[in-house]
């Protein structure tokens, strides 16, 4: 039953999440909220390890959470769920490409996703911001107890380097990741 679930959610997801990997994000969120298969600090986690690895984020995420509530078969289970919906789109699409091809009211369906995906995008944005400099179980602590200050020190740091220091511009993101990913070892994050 767990597997069929899985496939459902990510199916859900994978259907309704238009924008790339990143709009995943908030339907991550409420799986985990409603299904109670993660927290929102493990999703920051998964946020972390599937932007580290190589692959689409979405899939990344989905397997990840599969394989957390299920093991090797819900890893499989949940990543097929997630990408079934576009191969079923783009194969009924592939079918009838011709006909539509310069079809206007095609066309403004497309143009009229573009800030749906942008607003999926931008609450992905806000939310991972959120987990990562703002302390969850900072209850009545004020300002200084809300941020988490080794985030936004390690933010700044890095946007520093990577705009104002010429020759780190034209390092490789996988340098600053690597990078970022020995700062959170060292200092707990």
């Known amino acids: 039953m767990i597997l069929l679930r899985l496939f459902w959610e990510f199916f859900k997801t994978g259907l309704f ?24 600090q493990k999703l920051a986690d998964m946020i972390a390890v599937s932007e580290s690895t190589p692959g689409p984020i979405g899939v ?5 959470v599969g394989f957390e509530t299920a ?16 191969i079923i789109i783009i194969l009924l699409i592939a079918r009838v490409l011709k006909q539509f ?17 942008i607003a999926l995008i931008a609450a992905a944005g806000l939310m991972v911001a959120k987990l990562t ?19 936004v020190l390690l933010g700044a740091v890095l946007l520093v380097l990577t705009r104002r220091i010429k020759p780190l511009k034209k390092l490789h993101p996988v340098v600053f990741i690597a990078a970022s990913a020995v700062v959170g070892i060292v200092f707990a994050f």
């Open 60 to 64: 990344n995420m989905a397997t990840y």
């Open 133 to 151: 400099f703002l302390n969850s179980d900072s209850a009545g602590a004020g300002i200084a107890g809300l941020l988490n200050w080794k985030a």
């Open 101 to 117: 091809r310069s079809n206007q009211t095609v066309d403004a369906v497309f143009y009229g996703l573009r800030p749906c995906s």
């Open 17 to 40: 999440a238009v924008g790339g990997g990143m709009a995943t994000l908030p339907f991550l969120r409420d799986i985990g909220i409603r299904t109670g298969w993660f927290t929102q």
């Open 71 to 86: 093991g090797v078969p819900g890893a499989v289970v949940a990543t097929l769920g997630l990408i079934c919906p576009s």
